[in-house]
């Protein structure tokens, strides 16, 4: 079992930066695909950023230049870095931890992210 706790959300006016932590307790960090995620109500959840155990990483197109996902495995926290921030990346902010092959799936509470002036 994985427990997930996201952090460093708040309110940021546009073309701002926020760095997001998501901070893992139990298993093997090391071997989790981990994903950030982003919901904003009335909206279905879309995938914001990820990066694979071995350390690649891919990006929605709508944040590729201005986000930036990594991990740390010793500290077994995964972080995205937001850069210029705009109104429309207003949302909550969900980090996830996933096996496929094992049929493992994990979801943190999730954080509050609001660019507005």
């Known amino acids: 079992q994985v427990q997930l706790v996201e952090s460093g959300g708040g309110l940021v006016q546009p073309g701002g930066s926020l760095r997001l932590s998501c901070a893992a307790s139990?298993?093997?960090?090391?071997?989790?695909?981990m994903t950030w995620y982003r919901q904003d109500p009335g909206k279905q959840r879309e995938l914001v950023a990820s990066?694979?155990?071995?350390?690649?990483?891919d990006y929605a197109d709508s944040v590729k230049g201005r986000f930036t996902i990594s991990r740390d495995n010793a500290k077994k926290t995964v972080y995205l870095q937001m850069n210029s921030l705009k109104p429309e990346d207003t949302a909550v902010y969900y980090c996830?931890?996933?096996?496929?092959?094992?049929?493992?799936?994990?979801w943190g509470q999730g954080t509050q992210v609001t660019v507005s002036s």
């Open positions: 139990g298993g093997i960090f090391g071997m989790y695909a």
């Open positions: 996830n931890a996933a096996k496929p092959a094992w049929g493992l799936n994990y």
């Open positions: 990066i694979t155990s071995g350390a690649s990483t």
